[in-house]
């Protein structure tokens, strides 16, 4: 299969956001995932976006974020019918090594409870579940 790798783009973000409904990821398009903030936080290096590209469609991306202490890999989608073919993977040691260029190498992500493909995609690619934390979130709006 001869696909490629590339960074998120200004004008992108509709492509971006095919692909999440594709892959049927939930996104808040009138909060945290507006064009506008995704746009911003690209451009500020707050965030990083890959996408993986095969001849000129978009079939997988990869949201990359970090608190300059730990790196956190977020929306990872595949197309369906690409899944099962390591290229999840893939987008999950690019975004690996953009942190360890930026000199993070603590690597986390959060999988919701119903998304058991997902955890045990994680799984598999050598990440563990850490015991013992709860993760509690405080939302100014409930469409962020």
């Known amino acids: 299969m001869d696909h490629s790798i590339v960074a998120y783009q200004s004008g992108d973000y509709e492509a971006l956001i095919d692909l999440w409904e594709q892959s049927d990821l939930p996104y808040k398009p009138m909060g945290r995932d507006r064009k506008e903030h995704i746009e911003k936080e690209v451009k500020q290096g707050s965030a990083h976006?890959?996408?993986?590209?095969?001849?000129?469609?978009?079939?997988?991306?990869?949201?990359?974020?970090?608190?300059?202490?730990?790196?956190?890999?977020?929306?990872?989608?595949?197309?369906?019918?690409y899944r099962r073919q390591g290229l999840a993977r893939k987008l999950v040691e690019a975004a690996e090594q953009w942190l360890a260029d930026q000199e993070i190498f603590i690597y986390a992500c959060q999988i919701e409870a119903y998304n058991i493909e997902s955890f045990e995609a994680f799984q598999r690619m050598g990440y563990i579940p850490f015991e013992g934390i709860h993760y509690l979130t405080k939302r100014k709006f409930p469409e962020i």
Do not use: M
Request: no cysteine; hydrophobic share 50%.
């Open 49 to 81: 976006i890959l996408f993986l590209k095969l001849r000129q469609e978009y079939i997988a991306s990869v949201l990359i974020t970090h608190d300059g202490r730990k790196g956190w890999i977020n929306r990872l989608a595949v197309l369906r019918p």
